[in-house]
């Protein structure tokens, strides 16, 4: 059984940094695609950064140059490092990943595993 549990939200200004955890088991993270997408209020779910098993990283334009996607394989632990965070970037953060290696990995239908959402808040 999957499971992918998130860590580290809060509540920020803007020009703060904040680090996302996600601690993954029943899969090992080196093996798959691991992406972090977000959901603001009113508005769909929202691709944000991946990090292929090869380890090549994708980002969306909007945060390219501010965050960052990691892992730490002995931990089984992906991680997304956010810098200079703006209030756009307000929005429940999730992890998710899928049991293929090949493919599109820039969509939310592209994963099949959930976590279940970490809340970041950047204030103004």
């Known amino acids: 059984q999957v499971q992918l549990v998130e860590s580290g939200g809060g509540l920020v200004q803007a020009g703060d940094s904040l680090r996302l955890s996600c601690a993954a088991s029943g899969l090992t993270i080196s093996t798959y695609p691991m992406g972090w997408l977000r959901q603001a209020p009113g508005k769909e779910r929202e691709f944000v950064a991946a990090?292929?098993?090869?380890?090549?990283?994708l980002y969306a334009d909007s945060v390219k140059g501010r965050f960052t996607i990691s892992r730490d394989n002995a931990k089984n632990t992906v991680y997304l490092q956010m810098n200079s965070l703006e209030p756009e970037d307000t929005a429940v953060y999730y992890c998710?990943?899928?049991?293929?290696?090949?493919?599109?990995?820039?969509?939310?239908?592209?994963?099949?595993?959930w976590g279940q959402g970490t809340q970041v808040t950047v204030s103004s």
């Open positions: 990090i292929s098993w090869r380890l090549s990283t």
């Open positions: 998710a990943t899928r049991p293929r290696q090949y493919g599109s990995i820039s969509r939310s239908n592209d994963y099949d595993y």
